[in-house]
């Protein structure tokens, strides 16, 4: 009975030690770091802090558990991205996003407007439009004399 009590101790403390690390390599210091490592289970293209299988695929959590000790051993973010980085390669590591990004919307509205003002100029013509003068006929540059004579022979003909 006193081995079956010392056994179940044992165990109980065991879970209750595994489950304080699973906590801690869940912590957003461990997180925070982790967003900068790319996933390298070949499945999805994701961070260290991704949830394919609960979080437990073969590369996350070892990632998680090595940062949560490099970090209790003191370590700083950069440190522990650069030892990451020499273990595994550039290839896992994962910048922050562009700042930029909030810009793409606007550029495309920009884009669009000048697209139709050109569509809009295009569609207006390249001719000059004059307006009317009161008791004259328009002066046309383009129009040949023998149609200009043509018209005032006609127009004389109308009085």
């Not at 906590?23 to 982790?34: C, L, N, P, T």
């Not at 509205?109 to 328009?138: D, E």
């Amino acid at each position: 009975m006193h081995r079956l009590r010392r056994s179940l101790l044992f165990f109980v403390v065991m879970g209750m030690a595994l489950a304080q690390t699973a906590s801690q390599i869940e912590s957003d210091e461990v997180k925070r770091v982790g967003a900068h490592i790319n996933c390298q289970c070949g499945s999805c293209t994701e961070n260290v802090n991704c949830n394919m299988s609960s979080g437990q695929c073969h590369f996350c959590k070892p990632t998680r558990t090595k940062i949560w000790e490099l970090q209790k051993a003191g370590m700083d973010d950069n440190g522990i991205i650069a030892y990451l980085k020499k273990q595994y390669g550039e290839a896992v590591f994962r910048a922050d996003p562009n700042s930029y990004f909030w810009m793409i919307p606007y550029l495309a509205l920009l884009a669009g407007a000048g697209a139709l003002w050109m569509v809009l100029r295009k569609m207006r013509g390249s001719a000059v439009h004059r307006p009317a003068v009161a008791g004259g006929a328009p002066h046309h540059d383009n129009i040949p004399d023998r149609y200009r004579a043509a018209a005032e022979k006609e127009s004389e003909n109308i009085e």
